[in-house]
């Protein structure tokens, strides 16, 4: 069985609002939503969505596969809204966005 957990902010939770209640009606995933970091320990897949912390070391370490989402190029466009900054910076494009 595969095991995959959603890391979200309790602050920024929005997202939880499109899950559905069941996620896995095959049974063929372990699927669980989290909200602290503590919890994401040895899972498969992991996707961070929302999260608006930095993740320790420790964490990404004990996971095999971590997918942030997020709608920048990181460091550089970390923090709440990047898109809504960049569009205030009058950014025309990302060229480093798949550097």
């Known amino acids: 069985m595969i095991k995959i957990a959603f890391l979200f902010d ?6 939880t609002n499109h899950f559905p209640a069941h996620l896995d009606k ?3 995933f372990h699927i669980k939503k989290c909200y ?3 919890d994401v320990r040895d899972f498969d897949l992991v996707f ?5 912390r930095i993740l320790k070391g420790e964490i990404l370490n004990s996971n095999k596969l971590l997918l942030v989402v ?3 190029n990181l460091p ?4 709440f809204a990047p898109m809504q900054w960049q569009i ?12």
């Open 76 to 79: 550089e466009g970390r923090g």
């Open 88 to 99: 205030l910076e009058e950014k025309k494009h990302n060229s480093n966005l798949f550097a």
């Open 70 to 72: 997020h709608s920048s």
């Open 36 to 38: 602290e970091e503590e």
């Open 26 to 28: 095959n049974h063929k």
């Open 48 to 52: 961070v969505l929302g999260y608006t």
């Open 10 to 15: 309790k602050k920024n939770d929005w997202i």
